[in-house]
């Protein structure tokens, strides 16, 4: 199948297993089904509560519903594996690699840093968002792992009580006057703040290595202020030339500090994962 399909069935029967009804219902082999149910696009409803079905062999009740949203291009998805930096057993830190995102979706959420995170951490536990990096921006990132340590570490980045410095590859050679700049301009209609310092400069080859500290957290942030300067960073598809730039997205977040049951935590990616030009 190339193009999405949706199936939604209800349970007639205690006997019944999702894996069978799905199969049934959409032609599949049972492996396929399950394979699915893995990442993240199969549904279960009763009494109005819906949530992800991941085990095949949970009981059903009569007049449950099971939903299986299927998109070959959404299953095929592959992404590299995401590192672990630190596991505090509340949180863990983790680099987040380009393309695998912070939140799934009906489709399914196997690229997703969150499930990769409850998949491979021992031992197992919950991951939570706390605070999100673009899918193709690669760097730090702190998941919490109990709702009591999300909403303590969600606090900290709404009341921006954290620290986070990045590298961007721009597309063209520092002009500016000063090696220092602030951008102060709105984002989506919020206050938006950027302090941009110059790392290298190579007149030659038209492009530029800066470091960028953030005291917001405005959706593209980065993108936005550098692309003001005219500097758009290299791989930049949205707010630079597409025809231009083929590499990956070159920003990465590559320094990360923030308080958590009062002790303050710093991490920082060790050089050699910096960027370069």
């Not at 593209?220 to 990956?248: E, P, V």
Request: hydrophobic share 40%; glycine share 4%.
């Amino acid at each position: 199948m190339d193009t999405p399909e949706q199936w939604h069935v209800t349970v007639s029967s205690a006997d019944h297993n999702a894996v069978n009804l799905l199969a049934n219902a959409s032609g599949l082999s049972a492996q396929w089904v399950k394979q699915a149910m893995q990442k993240g696009c199969v549904w279960h409803t009763r009494n109005k509560h819906t949530q992800r079905l991941r085990r095949s062999k949970k009981a059903l009740q009569v007049g449950d519903e099971i939903h299986f949203y299927y998109n070959s291009q959404v299953l095929n998805q592959e992404v590299d594996d995401a590192i672990l930096i630190d596991d505090q057993l509340a949180f863990s830190v983790w680099f987040k690699p380009y393309g695998m995102v912070c939140q799934g979706s009906k489709w399914g959420d196997h690229t997703t840093i969150n499930r990769f995170a409850e998949t491979h951490l021992k031992p197992q536990r919950p991951a939570f968002i706390v605070h999100r990096l673009d899918k193709a921006t690669t760097g730090i990132m702190v998941m919490a792992h109990s709702k009591a340590a999300a909403r303590e570490l969600s606090t900290a980045f709404e009341q921006r009580l954290t620290a986070k410095i990045y590298q961007a590859v721009v597309s063209t050679a520092w002009q500016l006057s000063d090696d220092k700049v602030t951008v102060d301009l709105d984002v989506d209609g919020k206050h938006a703040v950027s302090h941009i310092t110059l790392l290298q400069n190579d007149v030659i080859n038209n492009k530029a290595l800066v470091s960028v500290k953030i005291d917001t957290g405005r959706k593209h942030q980065i993108r936005k202020h550098l692309a003001s300067l005219n500097m758009a960073i290299l791989g930049d598809r949205l707010y630079g030339d597409a025809t231009t730039f083929a590499c990956d997205l070159q920003l990465r977040a590559v320094a990360l500090a923030f308080d958590f049951q009062n002790q303050r935590y710093s991490y920082q990616l060790p050089e050699q994962q910096y960027l370069s030009l």
